[in-house]
Structure formats: C-alpha cells, structure tokens
C-alpha cells in the first residue's frame, strides 16, 4: 500500500538541565494520513546546486504551515500527537492518492 510523507516540527522536550529542541524531520504516513514513521534525526536542505538547495530549503519551509508535533511513549512505542491538541498527528493524503 503506497503511502507519502511531508517535513513536520517535531518539539522535543529537555531532559534534566537540557533545553527543549525544535527540528524539521521527515514523517511517513499510510495512505490514510495516519503516522507510520520519521526520521530520527533532523532534516537539512541539500543540492547539487544553489537552485537545488534554494528548492530543498523551501520545501522544509513547508513544516510551518502544519501543526507541531512531539513524541509521546505509548505502552507499546511511540507515536506523534499535536502539541496544542494532544491529538494523534494525521496529514490529509494527497489527492492523486485519494484517487481525485
């Protein structure tokens, strides 16, 4: 089953003396828009040219205009949920999945 993914915001709360950490990472989802994974470590732009990195550095642009998110422990793993509603997170699939 084809899925897609987009960049998030992923909060990630300090521990002890440490401070809380934003970062842009890639997240999975199944073609119903339900989380499936991301990336363990942030997100950076690239290229093989100033076009190419000035186009991968709007693309994680794109984090903004979406919910951010944090990792909770669930009793089985992890999932992400929206730090202002506690919801899970959920992305609406792109049209071309949903067959539009």
């Known amino acids: 089953m084809s899925g897609f993914w987009n960049y998030r915001v992923i909060y990630c709360e300090g521990k002890d003396n440490e401070s809380a950490l934003y970062q842009i990472h890639e997240v999975e989802y199944n073609i119903n828009g ?3 994974n991301w990336s363990e470590t942030g ?18 642009k794109s984090a903004f205009e979406k919910p951010v998110l ?3 422990r669930k009793q ?9 509603t506690g919801e899970e997170a959920y992305a609406e699939p792109p049209s071309a999945l949903k067959g539009e």
């Not at 089985?76 to 202002?84: A, I, P, T």
């Open 70 to 72: 944090k990792v909770v």
């Open 43 to 60: 997100a950076a732009p690239f290229g093989h040219t100033i076009e190419e990195l000035q186009a991968d550095s709007d693309r994680l």
């Open 76 to 84: 089985r793993g992890y999932e992400l949920v929206e730090v202002e």
């Open 34 to 36: 339900k989380v499936t």
